[in-house]
């Protein structure tokens, strides 16, 4: 935009440019004609003078002043250190001997332009400046000093020269080199700023509304019960607001929908299990008996797991500041009572959380480490833009292969992770879940001196604490 608006300002001074010049040619054309006609009528004077009287008329029309001539007569022809050419200067220099030559049939005219501390007047070759003031009342001392003097010398029959002098009034001077003046480069920097300025007031009223709606499509993840977005704004983002707002009502019914599904589902299954329970305990084989019971038991833990599975990833709950090490403590007095080894090391500020969710994320790791690896090792790291937890067991670990599969549901490896051993498979799932939810990142790697080291990064302040 500012690259279209700073183009479209030059091209549009360059074409006004163009046009100014072009008048000011014109201009210099009509009124170099019209001085050199003045010249040839002054030079026409002089010749009809007797050569006595041509001094006495000279000394007069100094003491008089008033004329844009500075005319003398010397007796021989004047150095003139002449400026810089251009254009306009070789136009009023052939113009100058046009009219001459067809009002005078002179061919033999020097005429010249030159710089004013460089001019020189009568036959001593006075400079400009050190003559008296009244000679150059209202004429060549009056030109601002950039203003080049046209000067015209013409051959007389007693072997003088007719000097002459004179302005072109242009205001703005000959051959002007200045293609961008202050007072216009001014104008171009307030009307880009201007237009600028504008526009990004527009565009900023017009990106607010989809800056929410991006802020609502992150926060959708973390919390399906946000408020919904107000549906205003241009019609595209409206209705952009009012399609996001209807995606989040059907994301919170079909999740609602799978909860209470799962729920009746475990809840319909628990009367058949337990009536199979009854019947496999009467059987008069004993060794029938214990294989049923086995069976109806594995898949009661399914049931239940996935049931808590539904429960783990349901995370309407409100966000609260959470002290990570005074959980951590408490999680840890609960697994010391059931035979557990906890040791916790570091501080942290409290995190804004979902309270339980975080707390369920928590447990599943405590619990996994304590009871794949006999003892959990916790060490909290803590700063500004993050909290890092680490938690190490002592157990075989988990092979680089299987990591990612581990978290997928009901997974569970062999040998010391065998569905025998107790645990749905569904502990480590649920926890990267809830971890992901609150906008970090739980990563699983052997320990370099044995045992598995399971890693959360929670960003401070996580997005979900807006």
């Known amino acids: 935009m ?39 009528s002054t030079v026409r004077f002089f010749r009809s003078l007797p050569y006595d009287y041509r001094h006495i008329v000279l000394d007069q029309l100094r003491d008089m002043g008033g004329t844009r001539f500075f005319v003398s007569v010397n007796d021989h022809r004047l150095p003139v250190t002449r400026g810089d050419e251009g254009a306009q200067k070789a136009l009023v220099i052939d113009n100058f001997h046009r009219v001459l030559a067809s009002e005078l049939g002179v061919s033999d005219a020097v005429v010249e332009f030159s710089r004013p501390e460089a001019l020189r007047l009568l036959n001593n070759e006075v400079p400009l400046h050190d003559l008296p003031p009244r000679w150059g009342q209202h004429s060549l001392l009056t030109a601002p000093p950039s203003q080049p003097i046209l000067v015209v010398q013409l051959p007389l029959e007693t072997r003088q020269w007719l000097y002459v002098a004179t302005l072109l009034p242009v205001p703005e001077g000959l051959d002007g080199r200045q293609w961008l003046s202050a007072d216009r480069l001014f104008v171009l920097v307030v009307v880009l700023l201007t237009v600028i300025g504008l526009s990004w007031l527009g565009i900023r009223s017009a990106t607010r509304t989809l800056a929410r709606l991006a802020g609502a499509a992150h926060r959708l993840g973390d919390d399906l019960d946000a408020p919904p977005l107000r549906e205003g704004g241009p019609r595209e983002v409206a209705a952009s607001a009012t399609a996001f707002n209807r995606m989040q009502r059907r994301i919170r019914h079909q999740l609602e929908e799978r909860e209470r599904l799962f729920s009746a589902i475990s809840h319909d299954l628990k009367t058949p299990i337990t009536r199979l329970r009854l019947r496999a305990e009467m059987l008069d084989d004993a060794e029938q008996s214990e294989r049923f019971c086995a069976s109806l038991d594995e898949l009661d833990r399914l049931v239940k797991g996935a049931l808590d599975s539904v429960k783990g990833l349901d995370m309407h709950e409100q966000i609260a500041a959470v002290a990570p090490r005074a959980l951590l403590d408490e999680l840890a007095g609960e697994l010391r009572l059931q035979g557990g080894e906890v040791t916790i090391e570091g501080e942290a500020a409290p995190l804004a959380v979902k309270p339980l969710a975080f707390k369920r994320c928590l447990a599943n790791l405590l619990e996994n480490a304590v009871f794949y690896g006999k003892c959990a090792e916790v060490r909290l790291d803590d700063d500004p833009a993050a ?11 988990i092979p680089a292969d299987q990591r990612e599969r581990v978290f997928a549901p009901f997974v569970r490896l062999e040998p010391s992770r065998s569905r025998h051993t107790g645990g749905s498979g569904l502990g480590l799932g649920i926890a990267r879940h809830i971890v992901q939810a609150h906008g970090g990142q739980l990563s699983l790697t052997n320990h370099p001196h044995g045992g598995l080291l399971v890693t959360l990064v929670l960003p401070r302040p996580g997005p979900m604490a807006g």
């Open 387 to 397: 909290l890092r937890m680490s938690i190490r067991d002592h157990g075989p670990g």
């Open 2 to 40: 500012v690259v279209g608006v700073l183009g479209a300002q030059l091209a549009s001074h360059a074409i006004w440019t163009a046009q100014q010049r072009a008048s000011q040619h014109a201009r210099i054309d009509e009124l170099s004609r019209d001085m050199a006609y003045s010249v040839a």
